[in-house]
């Protein structure tokens, strides 16, 4: 039999029979895992497996390579958050479904999971978490092989004047540098560099940028496969704050 015990956030649960659920966790040492929580769907249990909920995790199974069972006990709630919070709602989901969607499973990613606590931490603070939840994209990328270089330009090595991002390389660009090729190019806010206002529009025009390389970078299919859709939910209730 093999067990360990850690902390991990709730990501999704699903149905599985009649009473039982299948979850899946991100935790700091054991990355994104699933597991059957027996009796998941009673009425009893499943009020505690909502979205976001931190839960002290023991996993059971005969083999390294079976699914396994959970047990749990609660250790923290994040409904209360969410629950009149449009903008926290949809962060939550958004943050959830892009973990499950792009982390490769039983993979520790321990540097992405402490951003994402702090990141989860800061719901319902809706002045703080877009631009929170902008420099978390980035970690995401940064944590997956994928970061973007913006501190000059590629072409020419300048460190003002930069507009734009290659989608080839994730690079800065000016448009002196860019030349003809610059309709080519994603557009590099300057919220995206630490610079300039960080309001809703520019934080929507940001993720803008960061969902290009998360859609045709991070997820399976390179860009066949689309977005989570929480993630466009999310971009619009930023995009409304303005």
Same mark, same amino acid.
């Given at each position: 039999?093999?067990?360990?015990?850690?902390?991990?956030?709730?990501?999704?649960?699903?149905?599985?029979?009649? &009473?039982? $659920?299948?979850?899946?966790?991100?935790?700091?040492?054991?990355?994104? /895992?699933?597991?059957?929580?027996?009796?998941? &769907?009673?009425?009893?249990?499943?009020?505690?497996?909502?979205?976001?909920?931190?839960?002290?995790? @023991? #996993?059971?199974?005969?083999?390294?390579?079976?699914?396994?069972?959970?047990?749990?006990?609660?250790?923290?709630?994040?409904?209360?958050?969410?629950? *009149? *919070?449009?903008?926290?709602?949809?962060?939550?989901?958004?943050?959830?479904?892009?973990?499950?969607?792009?982390?490769?499973?039983?993979?520790? /990613?321990?540097?992405?999971?402490?951003?994402?606590?702090?990141?989860? *931490?800061?719901?319902?603070?809706?002045?703080?978490?877009?631009?929170?939840?902008?420099?978390?994209?980035? $970690?995401?990328?940064?944590?997956?092989?994928?970061?973007? *270089?913006? !501190? $000059?330009?590629? +072409? @020419?090595?300048?460190?003002?004047?930069?507009?734009?991002? !290659?989608?080839?390389?994730?690079?800065? +660009?000016?448009?002196?540098?860019? &030349?003809? #090729?610059?309709?080519?190019?994603?557009?590099?806010?300057?919220?995206?560099?630490?610079?300039?206002?960080?309001?809703?529009?520019?934080?929507?025009?940001?993720?803008?940028?960061?969902?290009?390389?998360?859609?045709?970078?991070?997820?399976?299919?390179? &860009?066949?496969?689309?977005?989570?859709?929480?993630?466009?939910?999310?971009?619009?209730?930023?995009?409304?704050?303005?």
């Amino acid at each position: 039999m093999i067990e360990w015990r850690e902390e991990g956030a709730l990501l999704r649960v699903r149905r599985h029979g009649e &009473g039982s $659920a299948i979850v899946e966790v991100f935790t700091r040492g054991h990355g994104l /895992h699933a597991g059957v929580i027996r009796g998941g &769907g009673s009425r009893r249990i499943a009020p505690l497996l909502q979205p976001g909920a931190q839960l002290d995790l @023991t #996993w059971r199974a005969r083999l390294a390579e079976h699914m396994g069972n959970f047990t749990f006990e609660p250790v923290r709630s994040r409904a209360a958050q969410v629950m *009149d *919070d449009r903008l926290a709602l949809a962060g939550l989901n958004a943050v959830a479904a892009l973990l499950v969607s792009v982390l490769p499973e039983r993979d520790p /990613h321990a540097p992405l999971y402490d951003r994402t606590m702090a990141l989860l *931490d800061l719901l319902g603070e809706d002045e703080l978490w877009p631009l929170a939840y902008l420099h978390w994209e980035l $970690a995401l990328l940064e944590e997956m092989g994928f970061a973007l *270089d913006l !501190s $000059a330009c590629a +072409v @020419t090595g300048a460190t003002e004047g930069l507009d734009l991002v !290659s989608p080839k390389s994730g690079r800065a +660009v000016s448009r002196a540098g860019a &030349g003809e #090729w610059a309709d080519r190019l994603l557009p590099l806010p300057p919220v995206l560099r630490g610079e300039g206002e960080a309001g809703p529009g520019d934080i929507a025009a940001a993720l803008a940028t960061t969902g290009w390389f998360i859609e045709h970078r991070l997820l399976p299919g390179s &860009g066949e496969r689309p977005l989570p859709p929480a993630r466009a939910r999310l971009v619009e209730a930023i995009a409304r704050q303005g």
